[in-house]
């Protein structure tokens, strides 16, 4: 049977749309908000009833009848620590989003579309390994200091999506492969993958781990203390150093890759010199997870924007390879991974899980 299946992708100025029906994308458009539309909302949950309307007017607009769609599946937001999979949309799981237990971020705006509009609808509605997936090993989650442990929070939909891929690529199922999988974009996260499970990542969200185009990554905690508390610095110019304007943009002010690149391919020492030390970083990373799993790796992979730099690529590759085969899935198929994780449940190879 086909189904019709609607895809949301609330991002903090825009709102990604998709329709499949069948094994088709008949539509995909991204929406942008201008900050004058936003402004008059103090929560981003308050923008629900705006992003609904402009949702339903760009269906109608397209000739699609909403009240063809089986199921919507949206991005998960900041919800309490779940397992990987497909979750039904509950009134729970809308009061946990609407309040922000782990924050305040667009994608919560997600599940709240996707359970209102299902209920106007008349359809199922999910979201699919959200970013607060939490399948960590016990001990990887001690942190040295007990008044810290080390959470999970990454770019879960694209790895758990391009990890099941290479898997069936390699002629295996993702429950059967063990796999270090990279996401490089805005942040990097670096999961180990063992038999359907991430059991080790670090928390790209918040800086953890290698420097990438715009965080600091893990930092040198005696200095970083010393900034903290030198009254030169305030709250604000730390955080955003570690998320927001760290990495690239602290060391050559911008976080291009393509301009970086460039400024390479034209002499620049001092790019190709932090480009290099992203790479290091990239990989030590990578090379940090294989004991956790005595060095039994599958496959590396790497996957998101910056997997479309080839001097990038091409470095981290030499520092890995001796661990297991590299693969390369440059970008991100957020999209329809989002689609892929409701059809598995609608086909029955998946049971949606009830968040609680």
Same mark, same amino acid.
Request: contains cysteine; charged residues 25%; glycine residues 12%.
């Given at each position: 049977?086909?189904?019709?299946?609607?895809?949301?992708?609330?991002?903090?100025?825009?709102?990604?749309?998709?329709? +499949?029906?069948?094994?088709?994308?008949?539509?995909?458009?991204?929406?942008?908000?201008?900050?004058?539309?936003?402004?008059?909302?103090?929560?981003?949950?308050? &923008?629900?009833?705006?992003? !609904?309307?402009?949702?339903?007017?760009?269906?109608?607009?397209? /000739?699609? %009848?909403?009240?063809?769609?089986?199921? $919507?599946?949206?991005?998960?937001?900041?919800?309490?620590?779940?397992? /990987?999979?497909?979750?039904?949309?509950?009134? *729970?799981?809308?009061?946990?989003?609407?309040?922000?237990?782990?924050?305040?971020? @667009?994608?919560?705006?997600? /599940?709240?579309?996707?359970?209102?509009?299902?209920?106007?609808?008349?359809?199922?509605?999910?979201?699919?390994?959200?970013? $607060?997936?939490?399948?960590?090993?016990?001990?990887?989650? +001690?942190?040295?200091?007990?008044?810290?442990?080390?959470?999970?929070?990454?770019?879960?939909?694209? &790895? *758990?999506?391009?990890?099941?891929?290479?898997?069936?690529?390699?002629?295996? =199922?993702?429950?059967?492969?063990?796999?270090?999988?990279?996401?490089?974009?805005?942040?990097?996260?670096?999961?180990?993958?063992?038999?359907?499970?991430?059991?080790?990542?670090?928390?790209?969200?918040?800086?953890?781990?290698?420097?990438?185009?715009?965080?600091?990554?893990?930092?040198?905690?005696?200095?970083?203390?010393?900034?903290?508390?030198?009254?030169?610095?305030? &709250?604000?110019?730390?955080?955003? !150093?570690?998320?927001?304007?760290?990495?690239?943009?602290?060391?050559?002010?911008?976080?291009?890759?393509? *301009?970086? =690149?460039?400024?390479?391919?034209?002499?620049?020492?001092? @790019?190709?010199?932090?480009?290099? %030390?992203?790479?290091?970083?990239?990989?030590?990373?990578?090379?940090?997870? @294989?004991?956790?799993?005595?060095?039994?790796?599958? %496959?590396?992979?790497?996957?998101? /924007?910056?997997?479309?730099?080839?001097?990038?690529?091409?470095?981290?590759?030499?520092?890995?390879? +001796?661990? %297991?085969?590299?693969?390369?899935?440059?970008?991100?198929? =957020?999209?329809?991974?989002?689609?892929?994780?409701?059809?598995?449940?609608?086909?029955?190879? =998946?049971?949606? &899980?009830?968040?609680?």
């Amino acid at each position: 049977m086909d189904y019709n299946i609607l895809v949301l992708n609330p991002g903090s100025t825009s709102t990604k749309i998709a329709l +499949y029906q069948g094994a088709e994308c008949v539509l995909e458009k991204t929406v942008r908000h201008s900050t004058g539309d936003l402004r008059g909302y103090k929560k981003i949950a308050d &923008q629900k009833n705006f992003r !609904r309307k402009i949702i339903m007017e760009t269906l109608r607009e397209e /000739g699609f %009848a909403v009240e063809d769609i089986d199921a $919507i599946s949206a991005r998960g937001g900041l919800l309490k620590p779940i397992p /990987g999979g497909t979750w039904e949309v509950n009134e *729970k799981m809308v009061a946990d989003l609407e309040a922000g237990v782990q924050g305040e971020h @667009a994608s919560n705006l997600a /599940g709240i579309l996707a359970y209102q509009m299902g209920q106007q609808i008349g359809c199922r509605a999910f979201i699919v390994d959200p970013v $607060i997936v939490d399948e960590m090993d016990k001990i990887a989650k +001690y942190s040295g200091m007990p008044e810290i442990e080390r959470r999970s929070i990454f770019h879960a939909l694209n &790895q *758990k999506a391009v990890a099941r891929d290479v898997a069936k690529e390699m002629g295996t =199922e993702y429950k059967k492969a063990n796999l270090i999988v990279t996401h490089m974009g805005g942040g990097v996260s670096v999961g180990l993958h063992r038999e359907g499970k991430v059991v080790d990542v670090n928390n790209a969200l918040d800086g953890e781990g290698p420097f990438s185009p715009e965080r600091s990554g893990g930092l040198p905690v005696g200095d970083l203390v010393k900034l903290c508390f030198s009254e030169e610095y305030n &709250q604000g110019f730390i955080k955003k !150093r570690i998320k927001g304007q760290g990495g690239l943009v602290a060391y050559l002010g911008t976080n291009d890759l393509i *301009k970086v =690149e460039k400024d390479i391919e034209n002499g620049d020492k001092k @790019a190709e010199e932090v480009l290099e %030390a992203m790479a290091y970083q990239i990989a030590k990373e990578i090379g940090s997870l @294989a004991p956790a799993n005595s060095g039994k790796i599958d %496959a590396i992979i790497l996957t998101g /924007g910056m997997a479309h730099c080839p001097p990038l690529v091409r470095l981290i590759e030499e520092g890995v390879r +001796y661990i %297991a085969p590299v693969k390369i899935k440059p970008g991100e198929k =957020e999209m329809e991974a989002l689609w892929e994780g409701a059809l598995r449940v609608l086909q029955g190879q =998946e049971k949606a &899980q009830i968040y609680s």
